[in-house]
């Protein structure tokens, strides 16, 4: 088979059953597309398919050489040849333009499927192309995203089952680096190799024949596709609406070459439209890529985008989406001290006060009570972070002769329970003190920094060592061991630095467990009355609307985590716009009708007034101690005529649970206290009802 049979089996293929239409723009796109996968250069690419856009009617027009054509154009500017002419290559030259920001597109989505997720750096900068979020995020993101191309482009892909879609994905991803980070493998207690189900998945819904230890990257791309079916769903009913006959349609992740490479295609594009209370307006560009460029803000609380580009008429439409693996998926997550002193916080108090719910005296009183708790919040979190140091601390000062290193060398390199014993061991210990780390350089031929970072920890634990790190012989184990522990004992310890820590404490003793925990849990309790104390000063404060100010503050709060503020059209977001955003939930959606029909309410001041917050409640761990709290967040639920709904059981009003707040430490038991956010029963089994399926 030769180039040009694979080109056109390439070609037909993507064309579908109708096989391909010369007169159809789709179908050249798509030619144009095959031509450059196989190798044309884009010039010649671009001729050729010109050449086939030209009509080829045996006209006057078409008699005339080029030369004749050009000179005819002179002589005659303002005819109507020559202005249909000139309009033909400014079309060509923009489709040219989109098409090959389709390109790369597809060809940055694919490179983060071969390259994995990438942390972003903490300081921003213009060559950072890593998105942000995490794998998981990543893979249901770009993988929703190809799948709604897919669907939009290739019919044969389209008439597949959800599964076989599922299938293709999964055999695409499996293997590469994005797969791999989304396919945690563990040992069972029978030894065999598996992972687990993501999302609100179940071994049900994997194939009887897959793997065990294949179920995490299946379940992951089998929500993903259930994201692109929806995305795709939308695209095909505004396409509808707009008169698009196929469109060419892009997805855009959330890394900066993306968001840049979405506001280019909106620069060059004729106009950009959407639907207003039913009505088919344009939107001003500025105002679009302004959307884009704050994805994930308040303005646009989105992780993608689509963009829709019709090339019969120059103009293009946009989506945007909030991308979830399940209504269960973290909402919003924050630290105490930030809800109640940081910058979002305050900003909020002054957009209260620019609305009149608050005064400016109001305002600096609710400050002062938030910054009081916040400072004794402070001193609560440096107690937890000499308790976390102090384990690593009397380990490392004991070394060698309260505890014997051979002996805790040996424990830490099988303390893992995965299928790599030795898991902890490499990876923070030999990947960050080893040889290969203390040996990396920057281009100037100084080290890096995690380098630098390695050298000094290793030359503070080993302060007798001759010549100094890096030079001389690589690090032992002990010297290795050794700059851990030092590390553990100047910073906070997180994540698996804390496993181990506490793994080590539990074999070796270093400090009694028992009373180390009371301290901690004595802790724990006092900073979970200060969210009480807090709401209880705030609300003496005044009144929002006849609701004290303390929970309408909070009522707030859950609206714009819910974004609620989608049932009010505002002017200035993606919300003023007709379907333009709404949460995707890999198999159901929330948007504004679900919002509004759930909730029963239409405005702010109705939902602050239906806003109720439950009792705060201790959070047990499994030895029954206190390691955070949560409540619960209800909407007092009335009938048609605006009366509350009463439970003939109880006789008390009928809430609806909205959303669930949780006050909880992701970095173990002395780690800093975070507010995290989940959706509420209630609410979920009301969007479930009414927007499950496609």
């Known amino acids: 088979m030769n180039d040009w049979d694979k080109i056109l089996e390439d070609f037909a293929h993507k064309c579908g059953d109708g096989g391909p239409d010369m007169t159809n723009p789709r179908h050249l796109a798509l030619l144009r597309e095959s031509l450059l996968k196989f190798g044309w250069k884009e010039f010649a690419t671009n001729e050729f398919i010109g050449n086939l856009r030209e009509e080829k009617k045996e006209d006057w027009w ?15 500017p303002g005819s109507e040849k020559a202005i249909q002419v000139k309009k033909e ?10 098409g090959k920001h389709l390109e790369e597109t597809k060809k940055g989505r694919q490179d983060r499927f071969e390259k994995g997720f990438k942390k972003p750096p903490k300081k921003k900068s213009k060559d950072d192309k890593s998105a942000p979020g995490n794998a998981g995020s990543l893979l249901n993101e770009d993988g929703s995203n190809e799948v709604c191309e897919r669907i939009v482009e290739d019919e044969s892909f389209q008439k597949l089952s959800e599964e076989e879609q599922v299938k293709i994905l999964y055999n695409e991803l499996k293997d590469k680096k994005l797969g791999q980070q989304n396919n945690k493998v563990k040992k069972s207690p029978s030894g065999r190799l598996e992972s687990g189900v993501a999302g ?16 995490e990257i299946y379940s992951k791309c089998k929500l993903a596709v259930r994201n692109g079916r929806r995305k795709a769903q939308k695209v095909q009913t505004i396409s509808k609406k707009l008169g698009y006959k196929n469109p060419s349609v892009i997805g855009l992740g959330g890394t900066q070459d993306d968001l840049q490479r979405g506001q280019d295609i909106i620069d060059d594009v004729e106009k950009v439209v959407a639907f207003k209370n039913g009505k088919k307006v344009e939107i001003p560009k500025d105002k679009v890529k302004n959307f884009i460029k704050n994805s994930g803000g308040g303005e646009n609380p989105s992780d993608t985008a689509t963009i829709i580009h019709d090339e019969k008429s120059g103009e293009a439409t946009i989506l945007f989406h909030s991308d979830k693996d399940s209504l269960n998926a973290l909402i919003a997550q924050t630290t105490q001290k930030d809800e109640w002193t940081g910058d979002v916080t305050t900003e909020t108090l002054d957009k209260a006060v620019k609305r009149g719910d608050i005064t400016e005296e109001q305002k600096i009183e609710i400050l002062k009570v938030r910054t009081k708790y916040s400072y004794k919040l402070d001193e609560i979190e440096s107690s937890f972070k000499l308790l976390s140091q102090e384990p690593s601390k009397k380990l490392l000062g004991g070394l060698g002769e309260d505890y014997d290193t051979q002996d805790v060398i040996d424990y830490f390199k099988t303390a893992s329970s995965g299928a790599n014993p030795d898991k902890y061991w490499f990876d923070r210990v030999e990947n960050v003190f080893g040889s290969e780390k203390i040996s990396q350089k920057k281009s100037d031929g100084k080290p890096t920094k995690d380098a630098q970072s390695a050298i000094d920890f290793l030359n503070k634990s080993n302060p007798n060592r001759k010549p100094p790190f890096p030079d001389g012989d690589k690090p032992t184990d002990e010297q290795m061991l050794k700059a851990f522990l030092q590390k553990q004992s100047d910073e906070i310890p997180a994540g698996d630095d804390l496993n181990v820590v506490n793994r080590l404490n539990s074999k070796f003793g270093m400090v009694d467990q028992n009373e180390q925990r009371d301290r901690i849990e004595a802790k724990r309790k006092e900073a979970l009355d200060y969210e009480n104390q807090v709401l209880e000063e705030i609300n003496k404060i005044g009144n929002v609307n006849g609701v004290p100010v303390g929970d309408a503050l909070a009522a707030n709060d859950i609206w714009d985590k819910g974004h609620f503020d989608a049932i009010m059209s505002p ?10 955003f709404e949460v995707n939930a890999s198999g159901f959606h929330i948007d504004k009708k679900g919002i509004q029909e759930c909730l029963g309410v239409d405005t702010k001041k109705g939902f602050q007034a239906k806003f109720v917050r439950g009792e705060l409640q201790e959070q047990k761990s499994s030895q029954k101690r206190t390691t955070g709290g949560y409540y619960m967040v209800y909407a007092i639920l009335e009938d048609k005529d605006g009366k509350p709904v009463i439970d003939p059981e109880t006789g008390k009003q009928k809430k609806m649970e909205i959303m669930e707040k949780r006050l909880r430490t992701k970095q173990g038991e002395t780690g800093r206290q975070n507010g995290v956010y989940n959706w509420g029963k209630g609410f979920k089994d009301c969007i479930g009802r009414k927007t499950k399926g496609f």
Do not use: C, F, N, W
Request: charge should be negative; avoid cysteine.
């Open 62 to 76: 078409s008699k005339k050489s080029p030369e004749e054509q050009a000179d005819y154009i002179k002589k005659h």
């Open 571 to 580: 002017e200035g977001t993606v919300h003023e716009y007709d379907d333009m």
């Open 89 to 98: 290559k400014e079309k060509q030259k923009e489709t040219t333009k989109v």
């Open 200 to 215: 609100y998945l179940s071994v049900k819904d994997i194939p009887e024949d897959l793997p065990p230890d294949q179920r």
